[in-house]
Structures are given as structure tokens and as C-alpha cells.
Nanobody, 125 residues
Framework: VQLQASGGGLVRPGGSLRLSCAAS????????MAWFRQAPGKEREFVAA????????YYEDSVKGRFTMSRDSAKNTVYLQMNNLKPEDTAVYYC???????????????????WGQGTLVTVSS
């Protein structure tokens, strides 16, 4: 299983970026997919997820209304559209896949089986 994250970069506060995570070896629509992030000196934290059953999305409170996670089954890819970016969004963003994850654990790192390599997002003027 491979998860290839891309789309990071340098953006000014208030700007937008779209991250992509292309999966191989597993189907994104049959598994729970998530984005986590890790800022310098901090622990990795949950950002957003799409649950495998029904496709409902879940977000960390600080990104609600600004970030949108989606999936494209034909491309076997998930996306994270990030708008109105803030300096505190600066981090390495990781995509993750959970095969038999239960809903109550959707925000937990240990619930995910596979991880991508991460893509750096820097929000700075």
C-alpha cells in the first residue's frame, strides 16, 4: 500500500492550497481516509477524515469552515482544500488510511494502518 501526498508549498496568510493523496494497493472509497498534521516541536494531530461507510466528513475544530476534504473514487485520490490559511496551519501534512477503523476512533493516530510521506505547508507573509 502506498499513499503519495502532494500539493504543499509556501502561501501567504489568507491564501489557499489543495493537497492531494493518491492511493495504490487499497481503494479510498472502501477505507477511512484522513489528514493529520505535525507542526515543528508538536505532536501529530488530526485535521480531517472521510469515514469509509457513507463518506461523511469530520474536521478538527480549528479548520471547520476553512478546510474541505473530498475523495475521487475514479482517481483513487483524496483531497484537502485549504482556504483562508493562517500561520498556525504551518505543518507537515500527512494522509492516512484506516482499513477497519471504527467511527469512535476516527481522530486517533493509532487507528490508521498506512501513512503517506507528508507534504510541507508553510503559511507566512
Amino acid at each position: 500500500v502506498q499513499l503519495q501526498a502532494s500539493g504543499g508549498g509556501l502561501v501567504r496568510p489568507g491564501g489557499s492550497l489543495r493537497l492531494s493523496c493518491a492511493a495504490s494497493g487499497r481503494t479510498v472509497s472502501s477505507n477511512t481516509m484522513a489528514w493529520f498534521r505535525q507542526a515543528p516541536g508538536k505532536e501529530r494531530e488530526f485535521v480531517a477524515a472521510i469515514f469509509r461507510s457513507g463518506g461523511r466528513t469530520y474536521y478538527e475544530d480549528s479548520v471547520k469552515g476553512r478546510f474541505t476534504m473530498s475523495r475521487d473514487s475514479a482517481k483513487n485520490t483524496v483531497y484537502l482544500q485549504m482556504n483562508n490559511l493562517k500561520p498556525e496551519d504551518t505543518a507537515v501534512y500527512y494522509c492516512a488510511l484506516g482499513e477497519r477503523l471504527i467511527l469512535s476512533s476516527i481522530r486517533m493516530l493509532r487507528a490508521y494502518d498506512y501513512w503517506g510521506q507528508g507534504t510541507l505547508v508553510t503559511v507566512s507573509s
